[in-house]
């Protein structure tokens, strides 16, 4: 299947690390990614990781994947109050596939407090 | 720059009126979609676009249409059809060369009432 699970909200002091969690079902995806939305905007491009890798560092943004058990992390390390957005992490389909097609998840809005 | 654009960025509607989203891309991207977000809810897909002249339904196609008769063009009509239009609606482009990384990027998206 194509279902990708995130917990809702996530709320964090400013300074302290972030980690924003992502399960999903397809085993054979090859790419997942994450997006970020700020209020009334469209969604931009953090960061995505491909299946054969089990980590990625990009400035403050670290992913994780257990493709194991099917399992995406973000951590931002010293979130800052600009970092309150929702977070989205979408799973791509399998290797060739001419579809191009993302799935979504329900995203996850994390509010950082001063 | 560039990017991809959609307008109007609010759009309101009357009752069982037709109204169309705008959304252009100057990426040379071959492919489009058509999102719709709906508050608390992740990214459902409308329709999408491979080629110029071509599209297919996506899970939510009903009480919708598109039209693909340019590369960077890709409007979305909102039809009296849909009984519940009222949503945030985005448009995204990818390369379309259907390789394994497919990356979409995002319009700024139109935020459709109902009046």
């Known amino acids: 299947g194509e279902d990708v699970e995130q917990s809702l909200f996530l709320s964090v002091r400013e300074g302290d690390s972030s980690v924003i969690n992502c399960t999903y079902t397809?085993?054979?995806?090859?790419?997942l990614y994450w997006y970020k939305q700020e209020p009334g905007a469209g969604l931009q491009l953090l960061t995505y990781?491909?299946?054969?890798?089990d980590m990625k560092q990009d400035q403050r943004l670290t992913v994780l994947l257990n493709k194991k058990d099917k399992h995406l992390s973000l951590r931002i390390a010293d979130t800052q109050t600009g970092d309150s957005a929702i977070y989205f992490c979408a799973d791509k389909g399998p290797r060739g596939s001419t579809l191009g097609r993302l799935y979504f998840g329900r995203g996850t809005q994390l509010t950082v407090w001063p | 720059d560039g990017g991809i654009t959609q307008s109007p960025k609010y759009l309101f509607r009357k009752e069982g009126q037709n109204v169309t989203l705008s959304c252009e891309q100057n990426l040379n991207h071959d492919a489009m979609y058509w999102y719709r977000q709906d508050p608390g809810q992740g990214l459902r897909l409308i329709y999408y676009s491979h080629i110029v002249n071509d599209f297919q339904k996506g899970d939510i196609a009903e009480g919708y249409s598109v039209s693909r008769e340019k590369k960077e063009s890709f409007p979305l009509t909102v039809t009296s059809a849909q009984k519940n239009p009222t949503a945030f609606y985005l448009c995204?482009?990818?390369?379309?060369?259907?390789?394994?990384?497919?990356?979409?990027?995002f319009g700024p998206g139109t935020r459709l009432l109902v009046l």
């Open positions: 995204a482009s990818s390369i379309g060369s259907g390789g394994a990384r497919e990356t979409q990027y």
């Open positions: 990781i491909f299946s054969n890798m």
């Open positions: 397809d085993s054979s995806s090859t790419y």
